[in-house]
């Protein structure tokens, strides 16, 4: 503000001219070009620094009560200025106003009770599924998908908690900036509340409850021609459901007990990376999932077949396999352990992008089987410092599917467990830095050294530590990201643990 006028009933304000026009302007007005996502990220850390100024700067503090694209204008940088800020101390007592858009026509508002419910159950489904694809403005054809997400929580956390609940703007801007988690300001409960608007036939998150003769029909009662596989959790076939291909798994009941409820939450857990389980089937001693159809086979067809699996690829793979376990264990209320984590059940799309299969249903099984080759030849991985699934044990499940990227060897190399043969050559990479006979040939020195060396500590964190040393799968995470230095997963006396091991 350059300057003001109050002679007699006349208020008027001199303010400095920004060129560019406002946010609404730019953001929906369908004859300017789409603002990208990096220009929507930094308009809304400056605008939030700007709001942090007048709440936390001025003194007294200042109370904008009027915050809306409207009132945030662009200079030719697009660098973001809030305007408009307290005007209301410039009404006449007799206003008695404590928000002030209605009394400008022509300017949009946000106290649309409409538009806030139509955005609360979209908002909640997007954060209870880990996936913004249905929220995201289409025009938006690339944006950071962890920054997106964490400006939702912020959405949500400012609109839809109450009053005293709510994060200040500090938070919201720590957030933003990732110097905070999303979680500390919007935990699962929050999410949870926010889908309680969703209209009961909209069905966005229920599984639906097949019949088990409908089931059959689809499949031509169980047909070999629909069979894609059999496995120790039973037989898999491909059919079509209203409309869609499908994959239904007939499995084999061995512990009745609880299992109704324990199908209908598998239907409930929704990630991008994670196989969607569309509905279920409980009839009597049936027990049949059905799941959406991944088409590009499994992760062991394309790493241990004739294809090669370039590095960019598996790392990806191997990134997204990780944010899909990770949901499992820290966003799923109760947590879900996976307890058959293997190559086999890790399914890739068109584009490669992983989605984690047959996850929860280790309640179908007995115990013993972890640690035995069943009869089709499916094996599973088993922890040999472990024999009760956990958190941690997934982490070590995960660690073999790590080390079988490196190598493109299967789980069984020799006779023996891969991490045996692996042992002594993962110490000399971690020694020297030497790991060329670590390494699948077929990649012929074609990936990022960087990227090779954060996933070989992955793999000596989560395979040759003992449980209770062993770092969580989000930390593995962060690692495989880049994000977090693989220092905190691997110390300098961790070397200990490596020839440790005694062959079996």
Known sequence: MIGLCR?????????????????TYHLHDEKNKTLDWPTRMKIALQSAHGLLYLHQGCEPKIIHRDMKADNILLDNNFNAKVADFSLSSFLSDTDKVSHITSLFRGTNGYADPEYVKWAKSRIGQTLYEDDCT?????????????????????????????????????????????????????DRNDIDGLLDGIPPNTQINMPKIYGYKELAAATEYFSNARLLGEGALGQVFKATLDGNDVVIKRLKRIRPENTLKEMKFLGLVRHPYLVKVIGYCSEGANRVLVSEFVPNRTLTYHLHGEYILDWSKRINIAIHSAKGLEYLHENCKPKVLHGYLKTNNILLDDNFIPKIADFGLHDFLPDRIFSTRVSTGSLFYADIDQQKLSEKSDVYFFGIILLELISGREYIVNGFPILYWAEDLIKQALDNGEY?????????????????????????ASVYKPPRFRPNISKIVQVLEGRMPWSIIWGENDNAFLNSLSTP
Do not use: H, W
């Not at 005293?164 to 999303?182: A, G, S, Y």
């Open 134 to 186: 249905s929220l995201v403005d289409p025009r938006l054809k690339e944006y950071e998908e962890e920054e997106m997400i964490r400006m939702i929580y912020c959405a949500a956390a400012s609109l839809y908690k109450p009053s005293p609940f709510r994060p200040n703007i500090k938070q919201i801007i720590e957030v933003l900036d990732r110097k905070m988690l999303p979680k500390e300001i919007m």
């Open 436 to 460: 060329t006979n670590l390494v699948d040939s077929r990649l012929q020195e074609e990936y990022e050294k960087e990227e090779m060396i954060r996933m070989i500590y992955c793999v000596a």
């Open 7 to 23: 002679e007699g009933s006349n208020r008027v304000l001199v303010l400095e001219f920004v060129p560019n026009k406002t946010l």
